[in-house]
């Protein structure tokens, strides 16, 4: 493996690769920077073609968590695990306390939480072996617990910035909106745009799901290949990443792309052709922030889940700020995110 010679390198501080023989474990931990705080993001389980494969998305992963976690306003470095799915892959209890070793051994420059495959019970197993774990079991009136709902409200707060920069109205009310992938981001974030009198367009792969949202929202059901193309005045990508690319720019007749998914742009580029045609995009890490906070005000235990839906509402006004600049200075807001979030960890370091 060439970490140093991989697309996704970024000056990493530090990769740590975990193998245990006899649970049969293989992960990697990637540590991007902690120049504002512990390193923190979840570790995602997931079967890749190679271990090459699984170390780029670790570095590129850790580096994304670095410029989410300085853009949400955290005292959280970046970081990442991957767990590899290997074909014999236990998941046994032993397994995950052996990577809860594996995280203790970093004295806490890497704090982890969920991602992809994981969940509240894994989390709670690498308990076992380390203190330095966040998403936990919630407890009564704290942070904690399943972040889904303080992500969409962040989303929904980043929308309602995105209406009044580009569209200049303060109410979502009568605002049509297409969200692409109705599970835990894209449900609870129909119900708070439904509160707000928007008028719905939904599609996922998973029919139960869009029924849930077609009885609970009003909202109406597209086709998988009609929903981005949706003609709204918003498009919430809240499933894949790199639905932005090349090929759906062009068909896009949404006038702002606003939404939960984690890396929606294919390549830097496309936050250029987004920009190029006039469509205003909220970056992703930066509107799908919520979760985040809610693991930081869990982990540093200092907040009331009050005060934590606060901080989320923030959101809304920092995506301002980058939707200003890039007015200002005709830079794509992708580029802006990017670049205020390389200086909040530079000033910091
Ligand atoms: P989820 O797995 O609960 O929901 C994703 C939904 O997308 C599922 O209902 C799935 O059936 C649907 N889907 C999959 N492929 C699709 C396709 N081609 N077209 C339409 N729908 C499709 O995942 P969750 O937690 O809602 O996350 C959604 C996105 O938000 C992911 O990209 C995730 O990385 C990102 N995210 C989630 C956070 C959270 O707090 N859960 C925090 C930040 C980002």
Not at 86 to 113: C, I, N, Q, R, W
Not at 282 to 289: E, S
């Amino acid at each position: 493996m060439a970490a140093f010679d991989d697309s996704a390198f970024d000056g990493h501080e530090r990769v740590l690769f975990c193998h245990d023989p006899l649970t049969g474990l293989k992960a990697i931990i990637a540590i991007h920077s902690t120049a504002l705080g512990p390193a923190a993001g979840g570790t995602r389980l997931w079967s890749y073609a190679s271990d090459d494969d699984a170390l780029h998305d670790a570095l590129r992963l850790s580096q994304g968590m670095s410029f989410k976690n300085a853009m949400a306003g955290l005292s959280f470095g970046g970081g990442k695990g991957v767990i590899i799915k290997t074909p014999d892959f236990s998941g046994s209890v032993a397994m995950y306390e052996k990577y809860g070793e594996f995280v203790d051994s970093l004295h806490g420059d890497y704090v982890t939480a969920e991602d992809v495959g994981m969940s509240v019970d894994t989390m709670e197993v690498i308990h076992h072996r380390t203190r330095y774990v966040a998403g936990l079991s919630r407890q009564q009136h704290k942070a904690g617990g399943d972040p889904s709902p303080k992500t969409s409200f962040g989303i929904f707060k980043g929308i309602e910035a995105a209406v009044a920069f580009k569209l200049g109205r303060d109410s979502l009310d009568g605002i049509r909106i297409a969200v692409q992938g109705v599970g835990h981001v894209g449900y609870y974030l129909c119900r708070y745009l439904h509160e707000a009198g928007a008028r719905l367009v939904v599609a996922d792969i998973d029919a139960d799901r869009v029924r849930r949202v077609v009885e609970e929202c009003g909202a109406t059901a597209v086709s998988l290949d009609e929903v981005l193309a949706s003609d709204v005045d918003v498009v919430a990508p809240c499933a894949l990443g790199a639905v932005i690319n090349e090929r759906s720019v062009g068909s896009l007749k949404a006038p702002i792309v606003a939404g939960g998914a984690n890396n929606q742009l294919e390549t830097d580029a496309d936050g250029q052709r987004l920009h190029d045609a006039g469509i205003l995009y909220a970056p992703d890490y930066v509107i799908n922030g919520g979760g985040i906070i809610n693991v930081a005000c869990e982990y540093y235990g200092e907040a009331t889940d009050q005060e934590v839906w606060d901080q989320v509402a923030a959101i809304g006004p920092r995506l301002t700020g980058i939707f200003e600049e890039s007015a200002a200075t005709g830079l794509p807001t992708s580029t802006v995110a990017d670049r205020q979030a390389r200086q909040i960890i530079a000033d910091a370091g």
